[in-house]
């Protein structure tokens, strides 16, 4: 199946540690809320008007997109996990002031002090995909919210990166070589379901669960790029 833009644009992905390097960040609303409250309580949707500091080196453009994010785990030589939270476009530049930015899509939580940075420009994949026989392994090094039973929508993380050729859009299929959940002993290796490619970086690829077969993907399970995008 294919993925949808939108599963694109919300995906976390994995940047270097401690995240973007000179990002903007949310300084305040335009509109002031009615009643007492804590910076940390003010929580931002769809066509709210912020006030932005922009990336260093970023000129304010009419027009132009930047995206909110949080920082997720450190994974070590696997980078850092960004998690957007919305895509906000800056609306207008008045004289002496910070931009404005609304915020146009939305992903998870925004709030001040969000860091952010322009909003990447992901190819969005197009094409039918090649079975690909001996493409390069790896394993799943970080699961997107720590479900119990992740399943079709979700995120993971895996260890093959933009060095070993992986391309959004790419498939990825997922092995069981164990017993069961808790029991580790090795057993013949199953298909335990099937991934989308949606980011690809320097550090690690970033997969949406499309199908299932087995009722566990988890951390540490060996990965197998089976199909390319053209």
């Known amino acids: 199946g294919g993925v949808r833009l939108g599963e694109i644009e919300s995906a976390p992905f994995s940047e270097r540690s401690g995240g973007p390097r000179s990002p903007g960040k949310i300084v305040s609303s335009v509109d002031r809320p009615g009643i007492q409250t804590s910076i940390v309580q003010i929580r931002y949707q769809i066509n709210d008007d912020l ?42 530049l008045p004289q002496g002031q910070r931009p404005i930015a609304r915020v146009m899509k939305q992903f998870g939580e ?87 490619v949606v980011r690809v970086t320097p550090y690690a690829s970033t997969v949406i669960i499309v199908r299932q077969i087995q009722p566990t993907i988890r951390d540490g399970m060996p990965v197998q790029l089976t199909g390319k995008m053209p």
Do not use: C, W
């Not at 920082?71 to 207008?92: A, H, K, M, N, Y």
């Open 110 to 196: 925004i709030k001040l002090e969000q860091e952010l940075v322009p909003a990447p420009e992901i190819p969005f994949p197009s094409g039918a995909l090649s079975p690909l026989g001996g493409g390069p392994g790896g394993k799943i090094v970080y699961v997107h919210e720590n479900p119990v039973l992740p399943s079709i929508g979700h995120y993971v993380m895996i260890s093959p990166a933009s060095r070993s050729g992986v391309h959004v859009g790419d498939e990825v299929t997922f092995f069981d070589n164990t017993v069961g959940r808790a029991d580790k002993t090795r057993a013949p290796a199953v298909v335990a379901g099937v991934g989308q």
């Open 51 to 92: 006030f932005l500091d922009l990336p260093r080196g970023s000129i304010p453009r009419l027009g132009d997109s930047y995206m909110s994010y949080v920082l997720g785990p450190d994974l070590g030589e696997f980078g850092q996990v960004v998690i957007p939270t919305g895509i906000l476009r800056i609306e207008s």
